[in-house]
């Protein structure tokens, strides 16, 4: 470890060379292969993504670890704080940019790809093919040369609606959590955390459940024309994020019952907040132009 001293206070911390960054890439390399090989028909792509999954969370876990360590030694300056925030913000912009596009994918093939293709002339193709939303249900036309098999569309009712009440109800447990650790109140902002965790967890066990009976029983799948396709590659991006998020919550609370985080010094829990309050926003566009639009 080393830093620029400024008196006998460090002016700002400069933490040693680091392997993390290359290990987490590694292993995030490993996921995407791993996703990328099983979606494909590929079944050793499955426990490729495992692999990259704990290889991932573990990096993750020394690098906190590190990060943690330097910070309770007060080696952590108002310029290093203000360095986190900013990082945080850039983050949580990517992120924004990163759903914007999965948003933007579903926009233009609704309002432009299917209605370009309904005005072309199709009799050859697809003599039957109508310009609607989503383009194969189950007993509607069925696709030529059968590419796509019959399906069902999700709507709002039960299950996405219970979800949006869990999300909801989890960012004002958290909010209630923050309050009372600026006001002092270790005590009460530890009961609340675990209720913002415990919601989380509820939430993604609620998804799974649903992802089963669109399986299952409405022949939902990813490869379900583009409807299929962009359900699931909005909800699932979104169930890994609010999963991540959850982690991030539960390491939060388990330092706040160690001590960690002052009234006026709790950066840490503030970015975890940020982040899941940024969670509930998405769900809530992804509760209006996937479940009820």
Same mark, same amino acid.
């Given at each position: 470890m080393s830093a620029t001293s400024h008196g006998t206070t460090p002016y700002y911390y400069v933490p040693a060379e680091s392997r993390h960054p290359v290990? &987490? &890439?590694i292993g995030l390399g490993f996921v995407i292969a791993g996703a990328g090989n099983w979606v494909n028909g590929h079944t050793w792509g499955m426990y490729l993504l495992f692999v990259g999954i704990a290889w991932w969370l573990f990096v993750l876990y020394q690098w906190f670890g590190d990060a943690i360590r330097e910070s309770e030694q007060g080696l952590y300056s108002h310029r290093i704080d203000l360095s986190y925030r900013w990082s945080m913000s850039w983050f949580i912009f990517s992120e924004v940019m990163f759903f914007g596009? +999965? +948003?933007? &994918? @579903?926009?233009? &093939?609704?309002?432009?790809s299917l209605p370009a293709l309904g005005s072309l002339d199709n009799a050859i193709l697809w003599p039957d093919f109508k310009a609607v939303w989503p383009s194969v249900e189950m007993g509607a036309t069925a696709s030529p040369a059968g590419i796509v098999e019959p399906f069902q569309t999700v709507g709002p009712f039960w299950l996405p609606t219970i979800n949006t009440a869990l999300l909801l109800t989890s960012g004002v447990t958290l909010t209630i959590a923050h309050h009372a650790l600026q006001a002092d109140q270790r005590s009460k902002c530890i009961r609340f955390m675990w209720m913002t965790v415990v919601l989380g967890i509820i939430f993604l066990c609620v998804q799974g459940y649903e992802y089963f009976h669109l399986y299952t029983e409405l022949n939902l799948k990813l490869n379900s024309g583009t409807y299929g396709s962009t359900f699931y590659m909005l909800t699932g991006f979104h169930g890994l994020h609010? +999963?991540?998020? *959850? @982690? *991030? @919550?539960l390491v939060i609370t388990l330092r706040l019952q160690k001590g960690h985080f002052t009234a006026n010094k709790h950066f840490g829990f503030e970015g975890a907040a940020w982040y899941w309050h940024f969670v509930d926003v998405v769900w809530l566009g992804l509760y209006i132009l996937v479940y009820w639009m």
């Open positions: 290990m &987490a &890439a596009a +999965f +948003f933007t &994918a @579903l926009w233009w &093939a609704r309002s432009h609010v +999963f991540i998020g *959850m @982690l *991030m @919550l």
